[in-house]
């Protein structure tokens, strides 16, 4: 994660006006990305969804090898240039001398990555890891009520060794150093409780913990985000890509593409 600033003659300018705050909806969804790695990084052991594709048919094996090698040798760059070009063969309008961006390279190193595992497993029998520690890790936030059992699941949050070796400790620290906050989305009654809503947790959480790091209240920053507009009228919309800047459109995007183009 990479540390965010303003400058000073902005921030005096900010502090400056009287009156409520302009929402940064823009700082707002980069939180809201941070912390929704962070979560997923914590209940399922990676920062963002698999979706394991099954491996392309009519391959011999010693031909999924060979492709299994080159994929390997990829760099996340190489994979999204694969990508768009595909998809330009595919008949969509896509802008080839286009650079990247970050949100591009970070979700085309998850497509090359979820691309590689599933031709691997087609010679290694697929192996289930139960993920005891980090969901019984995340079953405790979620369902914390005083702060002395949140403060232990940010602990032990904190120690996972994926978490340390990722840098990922400041953000069960900024849990704790804003307790309050986080207790009292969970007493919302917007708070998913459903069985089968824990997604849609994850969700909640980051958006409204993105909310207290951008300085809004988390239910201004969940409404906010949850209602935010994915097109022209939008306040990410790209008008040079002709898409929203949102890493949630993103993440579709790389998805819709991945799909396409699995098994290139």
């Not at 849990?175 to 906050?181: L, M, W």
């Not at 022209?232 to 008008?239: H, Y």
């Amino acid at each position: 994660m990479e540390p965010i600033s303003i400058g000073w003659h902005s921030l005096a300018q900010i502090m400056g006006k009287r009156g409520p705050k302009p929402v940064d909806v823009g700082l707002l969804n980069v939180w809201d990305f941070e912390f929704y790695k962070a979560f997923h990084q914590l209940r399922d052991g990676i920062a963002l969804p698999a979706r394991n594709f099954p491996p392309p048919s009519g391959f011999s094996a010693s031909e999924l090898r060979v492709i299994l090698a080159r994929l390997k040798s990829m760099s996340p760059a190489e994979y999204w240039r694969v990508q768009q070009q595909m998809t330009s063969e595919f008949g969509e309008s896509v802008n080839l001398e286009q650079a990247p961006t970050k949100l591009d390279i970070e979700f085309a190193d998850r497509d090359l990555k979820e691309e590689i595992y599933s031709l691997e497993r087609t010679f290694i029998p697929r192996k289930i890891h139960a993920q005891i520690q980090r969901r019984e890790i995340w079953n405790d936030l979620i369902q914390a009520k005083t702060y002395a059992a949140l403060r232990k699941a940010c602990e032990q949050w904190g120690k996972l060794s994926d978490v340390r070796a990722s840098g990922l400790i400041p953000f069960p620290e900024h849990i704790y150093a804003n307790a309050r906050r986080f207790l009292s989305m969970k007493r919302n009654k917007r708070f998913p409780r459903s069985n089968y809503g824990d997604d849609a947790r994850i969700d909640y959480f980051a958006r409204g913990m993105a909310g207290v790091l951008v300085g809004v209240s988390p239910m201004t920053a969940i409404e906010r985000l949850r209602n935010l507009k994915h097109g022209p009228e939008g306040v990410l919309w790209n008008e040079d890509e002709r898409r929203c800047g949102c890493w949630r459109c993103h993440l579709k995007n790389s998805s819709d593409v991945g799909r396409r183009t699995q098994g290139w």
